[in-house]
């Protein structure tokens, strides 16, 4: 064999390994490329499906975006609390307070710092108009109770909370600080109510038992008045 011909059994030998080097290198990173697709696509299908659960808050269906955001409850990784804020958000719209509270601090819990002002502002929000509810159905000791809540999460607001967010609490705990107050009083003016109902109801038995005595007596005085009349001063019996 000529030299020529032994530097190309060794070149081909080389471009072999190559190839085989090669063909390693693709198997071993076929699965990450799979997973790298499986994960673009689903995070283009978890981005699908919660701009249709905004877009079914926007035009009113909330049924349907409560739905939407469900599906993603287990599925979003990545920003875990979106979808509980998104269900809050409908819920809160479809006047389901209790269901919306519920979903708000799930958020507030999984959120990151700089997004936990937002969820406060509504999971405060949604406090207060359960507060109202009980307020306008003439619970107020129950609605203030509610409104105390509302002001602690406001209170609990952290260095997350800056302006315009923070503006936002500060008006939200004014009002609340309003509603509150006119709750107590409401409560007070009732309490006060049911005392003097209480006194008006003690003084009737009182009267009521006056009466009886005096008209007993009354009949023992004729009755006395009706023996002395009688020829030999002896009293009769009485009438009953």
Known sequence: MT??????????????????????????SLPVVVFALFVAFKLMGLSIT?????????????????????SLLDLNI???????????DAHAANEFYVDSVDDFEKALELAPEEKQCDIRINLALSWELLGDIYKDGGYFQGAVLLYETAEQVIAEGGPEC???????????????????DEAQAQQDARDAQEEGDESLDEKLDELGEQGEAGAEEKANEESRERGEDDGDGSLTDKPW
């Open 78 to 88: 990545v920003e875990p609390w979106i979808p509980y804020f998104n269900r809050a």
């Open 162 to 180: 800056e302006p315009p967010q923070q503006e936002e609490l500060d008006d939200a705990s004014d009002r609340i600080e309003t509603k509150k």
């Open 3 to 28: 030299l020529q011909e032994n530097q190309w059994e060794l070149d081909a030998k080389d471009s072999r390994k190559r190839g085989k080097r090669r063909l390693k290198l693709i198997l071993f």
């Open 50 to 70: 919660t701009q249709a659960a905004i877009q079914a808050y926007n035009v009113g269906d909330y049924d349907t975006s409560i739905e939407r955001s469900e």
